[in-house]
């Protein structure tokens, strides 16, 4: 009885941790939805004819993070140039958290909801295949 209980407990964290985190990358205006994960915690490549995408996440209030636009391996921060701006929000963007110009890496702190956006403005709608966005 007692082995037979550790078994399933074993199981059952293995299972949980082998599933993959719901990250879902979204256009601009929510019409497309990336579910890929490339590397490092991230998602994409993002898609084309898009200049705006996103990525929801939940984080413990009061903590350091950052948004980040990677290349499309999702490891390495990607080519700033492309990059318009990068936005922290709400989930329903109705209040900015953090905003930079030309960045590919944006600092903020987790506000109190515990639920953030993570955007990137690309400067040309078919920029997004090079890119993939990860929070950390």
């Known amino acids: 009885m007692r082995f037979s209980t550790i078994v399933a407990l074993v199981?059952?964290?293995?299972?949980v941790a082998a599933t993959p985190?719901?990250?879902?990358?979204?256009?601009?205006?929510?019409?497309?939805?990336?579910?890929?994960?490339?590397?490092?915690g991230s998602t994409g490549p993002l898609g084309t004819g898009h200049f705006k995408w996103w990525i929801t996440t939940s984080c413990t209030?009061?903590?350091?993070m950052?948004?980040?636009?990677?290349?499309?391996?999702?490891c390495v921060p990607g080519d700033a140039s492309h990059i318009g701006s990068m936005e922290v929000?709400?989930?329903?963007?109705?209040?900015?958290?953090?905003?930079?110009?030309?960045t590919n890496t944006l600092p903020f702190t987790c506000p109190?909801?515990?639920?953030?956006?993570?955007?990137?403005?690309?400067?040309?709608?078919?920029?997004?295949?090079?890119?993939?966005l990860r929070v950390f």
């Open 66 to 74: 950052t948004c980040q636009a990677t290349d499309a391996s999702g």
């Open 61 to 64: 209030p009061g903590t350091q």
């Open 21 to 40: 985190s719901s990250l879902v990358a979204r256009s601009g205006d929510g019409s497309v939805e990336i579910a890929k994960r490339s590397g490092c």
């Open 89 to 102: 929000d709400d989930p329903n963007d109705t209040f900015n958290v953090a905003k930079a110009d030309n």
């Open 112 to 132: 109190q909801g515990g639920q953030i956006r993570c955007e990137a403005n690309f400067n040309d709608n078919d920029d997004g295949p090079g890119y993939s």
């Open 11 to 15: 199981a059952s964290v293995g299972l």
